[in-house]
């Protein structure tokens, strides 16, 4: 079993069992079902140990993985990519940009089989692993990749997958509990006293959702801008969206993803030349 299923395994059970002994406390003591207060505070207890256990779980396992998720929950998993690390360029670049990365760069060329883009970045002990297909390194000169690094670096700098990490642990938690605290409130009879619990936390899990969407849309810009600032050129910026382009409809990806990806860049570029003039 892979991790991301062993994790998923590990989360059902946990919740299955915290909700069971909930359940088998509430029959074995039914003053606390009868007493509204004493409702709330095992209501308050059973979603604070499921948090508590629900974070465990995910730090023991790497962080939470959604293979199926649409792509703007998608954190990329690289457990069976092709790859390797470019050791010259990430010690060049590690001393370049320690000001950013005070821990460092990694730079790795990788296989691409049309599932990833182009290039992108995850972070593992503080460092900046920054991943490019190597078939687009072909397409970048020396200005390019440190423009493509600075944008990457964009990203780490303001903490877009922490951010989206965190958004979408929320929006799952939340809407897991707002299904568990329905059911329990109607076991408990409080439906009328009590249907606020389930109403706050789905609003918790939209919020989460239109947050996530916000950051998928906007952290592109965001590190777009970061990059041309630090080169103190936009034509740089755009430079490199325009070969990002160019690469992505002659390679392997499908028609869908090209033409998304062409509607994206157009739109980049029009908001750095937009902020330029």
Known sequence: MNSSNSRIKKTVIFYTVSFLVLSLILIIYPVIAMSFDASILSLTIFFIVTSIGNFVIQRQSGGLELRNSPRFLNNYSIKNLIMFEDESLSRKYSEKFMAISKDGVA??????????PPAFIRISHHIPDIFV???FFSYLDQADLETLILHELGHFTYRDNYKKRVLVNLFLLSLVFSVLSSVLIFILGFINQLFFIPVILVSISLLSFVLVLYIAINSEFAADRFAATQKGNTNAMINLLTKVQEF????????AKKLRVKKQIDRRIKRLKDEAS
């Open 133 to 135: 297909d190597e078939r």
């Open 107 to 116: 730079i790795y060329s990788f296989e691409n089989t049309g599932k990833f």
């Open 248 to 255: 992505v409809s002659i390679d392997k990806y499908s028609r």
